[in-house]
């Protein structure tokens, strides 16, 4: 990702998610060297991460994947790519946090080996008040 994708990123972000990362948090994290990449197909920008990583843990900030394009195998590639870098950056385990109602991301992490190991209270804001993020590891070894 780069700051040329900024725009194409910040859209495909607003129409995933109710309470968006905004362009501050997308140019902040680039800014800050978190690894970002893109996934484009025939031009289209249609998929997205950012991952930091602090001494061994690494840490999936962001991802998303434009709906057209979901339950096509291209969030598996994604992720196949976060863990990569994670193991590729020293990381021994890779953390996440997902929406406790996001029934279908959980899903998809539990089907690549993702255990729960811990809920944060009112973690993300909601259109109305907050909501509880669960806590996802993956050991990388």
Not at 46 to 51: E, P, R, S, T
Not at 71 to 78: C, I, T, V
Not at 106 to 132: C, H, N, T
């Amino acid at each position: 990702m780069t700051a040329e994708d900024l725009d194409a990123v910040v859209a495909l972000e607003a129409s995933l998610q109710a309470v968006p990362w905004s362009r501050g948090n997308f140019a902040d994290s680039l800014a800050a060297g978190h690894e970002m990449r893109v996934l484009r197909l025939g031009g289209d920008l249609v998929g997205f991460f950012a991952l930091t990583s602090i001494v061994d843990e690494a840490h999936l900030l962001v991802i998303g994947v434009d709906r057209r394009h979901q339950r096509h195998g291209h969030g598996a590639r994604l992720m196949q790519q976060v863990i990569a870098t994670a193991r590729t950056g020293g990381a021994v385990r890779l953390l996440l946090e997902v929406r406790a109602a996001n029934t279908q991301a959980i899903a998809f992490y539990q089907s690549l080996g993702f255990a729960q190991i811990g809920v944060r209270r009112g973690y993300y804001p909601a259109v109305a008040g907050r909501e509880d993020a669960l806590v996802f590891e993956i050991g990388l070894r």
